[in-house]
């Protein structure tokens, strides 16, 4: 029994064959006189090179752990994320994706609801697959509140210990869910864009990009519960509503010690005028330098307007003033992944489509046919965006019927 | 007030490349940076002690290379630099990571406001700053584009939200994330790089901080990597050419089912 890990190349075994060497992805290990060297200050423990070796020549202890008892925990659940009392579409998606794993381990779904006055929107979330809503309704609990929706989530994990518990990796979910997960011990695994049980073990194996989406990387929790995981928006299917659905409703009683809160809102600023939630946006269209000057933002409003769809920006436009940050789409903003993406008058440097190719489907309109942003689209137009943009809107208008 | 500041040395990420022949990622010869959402909080940290008096202490768990990040922040403003360096950090997650870093926030002692990047740029979980927070047992504001005000009891911070932004008053001691809006970090100063390079670099291993062994690198990690694979990249697809005119209905025609399908 080690309490520590640790990894050593067996020198009797090891042939020198350099599959460890290309199956690294830290670049820690060199092969010196046919025998594989691993740099401990760069190696991470990760045990890519454990499978990839084969002639069983790299050891890989894992400390030993207690292995508790986690029979006791069942059921998947899904935190459902409300602003205003409306339910965000990603809840939605979440509960699709649920649905599936809590058929698969032969456990039921779950909600979890916090806020003030929403018991009315329980019957929705038992619509679209939800065997149990879990409802804290408190008006302490109105808006999101970091320690007292954390306080109370934390109490209800404590006592009716889910198996697996998802939240949408938004602003509000990626902010509370970990601060519950530090707190029970729980694994969570951010920004997931796959999910699967392992049949042998029951484990939930979680998908998630690193490195903007360079590498992907799959991940378990085999000895805590329960499994925590962010979910990407738009990435899972929605649940279809089935009104016929039966569930029950368990409203929670509320211990007042959970819901104080050292920090307290004050105001809150809605941002004005056409405004479609970048994260939540099915189609988006998103504008860089090439739009020339901030006015002609107001073609991809007009294209966006016709289309339901949200404005997004490269950061070359957000640097120059001409949108705000709120609307940054790449490394240094937000990660999309709409149906469509329409990039006009965008390069496509690297640190923007590393925030947005996973979409669907990608328009780029561009006067440069060399520009980087062809190399990911599925439809590209080599032209000025400022031309080809207001014959987009005029042209779906036309076939859409606005 | 003291204020502390959690950084991370990352690969620059523009840099990292898939090798073509072997599919993985080249990491030779990778120019090693400050996470770039820790140069906010490096600067938003300095401007709140220029605002109001105090020192800057920043803190990075990392290779015996990292020390080179806490020398580039003190070349910004930053009073002193701690590196949290030692083998039984390795193969840590956000768990063991948040934890490790609020054992060195412990043994610092008070502070009025700690400052993180909002995420890191190779593991993007935004899971570090809150599982801290967690761990110290304080308030916290996420996201923050704006510090309003700040006394000695509490400050006033604007957290950007999906639809708009909202404003806090949150007591101190508290953990704030930061966003690129924040600010525009400075170039380090003539003056900021000698003191960058005389700097002691305070180095702190797992038995300093008294970290319980069960709660760092991999033992203290509930969640395990099983498999790291390279994603197909993404391929082109068909360039439109010919007039506008006769394009843009050929687009339109080709996208219609998928707007149509996508309105709910």
């Avoid at chain 1, 009104?243 to 009683?253: C, T």
């Avoid at chain 1, 328009?363 to 062809?374: G, H, L, R, S, T």
Wanted: charged share 25%; hydrophobic share 40%.
């Amino acid at each position: 029994m080690s309490s520590e890990s640790s990894i050593k190349v067996l020198e009797s075994r090891c042939v020198g064959c350099k599959l460890c060497v290309k199956a690294c992805p830290f670049g820690a290990i060199v092969v010196e006189n046919k025998l594989a060297r691993i740099d401990l200050a760069k190696c991470t423990l990760c045990g890519a090179c454990v499978e990839a070796c084969r002639f069983e020549a790299i050891e890989l202890k894992k400390a030993v752990q207690a292995s508790a008892d986690l029979s006791g925990y069942r059921d998947v659940w899904v935190f459902a994320e409300q602003v205003d009392g409306r339910i965000q579409s990603i809840t939605y998606e979440l509960l699709g994706e649920g649905r599936k794993l809590a058929d698969q381990l032969r456990m039921n779904l779950c909600a979890v609801i916090l806020g003030s006055g929403i018991k009315e929107q329980t019957s929705e979330l038992v619509a679209r697959g939800a065997d149990k809503v879990y409802v804290a309704d408190r008006p302490e609990l109105a808006y999101f509140q970091d320690e007292a929706y954390a306080a109370v989530l934390i109490d209800l994990v404590k006592r009716h210990k889910p198996n697996v518990f998802l939240c949408g990796a938004s602003t509000i979910g990626r902010s509370l869910i970990s601060r519950v997960a530090v707190s029970v011990k729980a694994g969570l695994t951010a920004d997931c864009t796959g999910l699967a049980i392992d049949p042998a073990t029951g484990n939930l194996l979680q998908t998630r990009p690193a490195f903007g989406g360079n590498i992907m990387a799959t991940i378990i929790t085999p000895n805590h519960r329960p499994q925590m995981a962010t979910v990407r928006h738009k990435v899972m299917k929605e649940a279809q509503r089935d009104p016929a659905r039966q569930g029950k409703i368990l409203v929670e009683a509320v211990a007042d010690a959970l819901l104080k809160s050292r920090a307290k809102r004050i105001n809150f600023v809605e941002e004005t005028g056409n405004v479609v939630n970048l994260a939540e946006a099915n189609i988006i269209v998103s504008g860089g330098r090439g739009l020339q000057k901030p006015e002609n933002f107001q073609l991809l409003r007009d294209l966006a307007g016709v289309l339901g769809a949200a404005v997004g920006s490269s950061r070359a436009a957000v640097d120059a003033n001409w949108m705000p940050y709120s609307h940054q789409v790449g490394q240094t903003g937000k990660t999309v992944c709409p149906k469509i993406y329409f990039a006009c008058g965008i390069s496509g440097q690297i640190q923007h489509l590393v925030g947005m190719s996973s979409s669907e489907v990608i328009v780029a309109i561009n006067k440069d046919p060399e520009a980087p942003i062809f190399k990911v689209a599925t439809y590209g137009v080599v032209g000025d965006a400022l031309k080809i943009v207001p014959m987009l809107t005029e042209e779906f208008r036309k076939v859409l019927g606005k | 007030m003291q204020f502390i500041v959690c950084i991370k040395q990352v690969p620059e990420t523009t840099d990292v490349r898939i090798d073509p022949k072997t599919n993985t990622l080249m990491r030779e010869g990778v120019v090693s940076i400050i996470n770039p959402f820790d140069m906010y909080a490096i600067e938003e940290a300095v401007r709140l002690k220029e605002r109001v008096g105090g020192k800057v202490t920043a803190i990075s768990m990392g290779p015996p290379q990292a020390e080179a990040a806490l020398r580039e922040a003190i070349a910004m403003g930053v009073d002193t630099g701690i590196l949290l360096s030692d083998r039984a950090f390795a193969g840590s997650d956000t768990w063991a990571t948040s934890y490790t870093l609020s054992r060195a926030i412990r043994k610092i002692g008070e502070f009025g406001v700690i400052l993180c990047g909002k995420q890191a740029s190779d593991g993007d979980t935004a899971q570090v700053g809150p599982g801290m927070a967690t761990h110290l047992d304080l308030p916290q504001v996420t996201y923050v584009r704006k510090i309003e005000t700040i006394d000695d009891k509490h400050l006033v911070a604007e957290r950007l939200l999906e639809s708009g932004f909202e404003v806090i008053d949150i007591q101190l001691p508290c953990l704030l994330t930061v966003v690129k809006e924040i600010n525009e970090p400075r170039l380090p100063s003539l003056k900021g790089k000698m003191a960058a390079k005389k700097a002691e670099i305070v180095k702190w291993t797992a038995q300093d901080l008294g970290a319980e062994s069960e709660k760092i690198g991999l033992n203290g990690s509930p969640t395990k990597v099983v498999k790291i694979f390279t994603p197909q990249p993404r391929q082109g697809g068909k360039v439109l050419k010919g007039e506008p005119s006769e394009i843009v209905p050929q687009l339109v025609q080709e996208l219609r089912d998928i707007v149509l399908g996508s309105a709910s």
